[in-house]
């Protein structure tokens, strides 16, 4: 990974993407995430939910699975963030995978940054991506 600017502190221990960087839709793009993180030396990372592609939002293509289980082989944790409510309300699996990843500790899908503040505890070392 070439060297790379230290990016802003917002969140302690979370890698926040910008909202318009590359799509994420497959493992690869999956694996250049958690590597920005390990590099940055966060332990989470904050997906805004317009870099998902519309093939993760569709459970039957396995998008999703295939990129959280990345995160999840790798021990990062994932929030995605922003208005989801479309993809919930077009689709009764997706919204209970919703429902039941908020109630644990590896993924969550938040409205805003505030959402994943309060959730998270005080832990050191976030940056921006």
Known sequence: MPDQPA??????????????G????????ALDLIGDAWYH???????????????????????AGEIIQKFANYRIKVAVIGDISEYVASSGALRDWVREANRGDE?????D?????ARLPDEPAATNL
């Not at 966060?42 to 870099?51: E, K, L, S, T, Y």
């Not at 993924?107 to 409205?111: A, I």
């Open 7 to 20: 990016p802003a502190t917002l969140m302690p221990g979370v890698l926040l993407c910008e909202a318009d």
């Open 22 to 29: 590359p799509p994420v839709r497959t493992e690869r793009d």
């Open 113 to 117: 940054l505030e959402a994943l503040r």
């Open 41 to 63: 030396r966060a332990h989470f990372v904050a997906i805004p939910a317009g870099r998902l592609h519309e093939d993760f939002w569709r459970l039957s293509t396995r998008v």
């Open 107 to 111: 993924l969550w899908f938040l409205p």
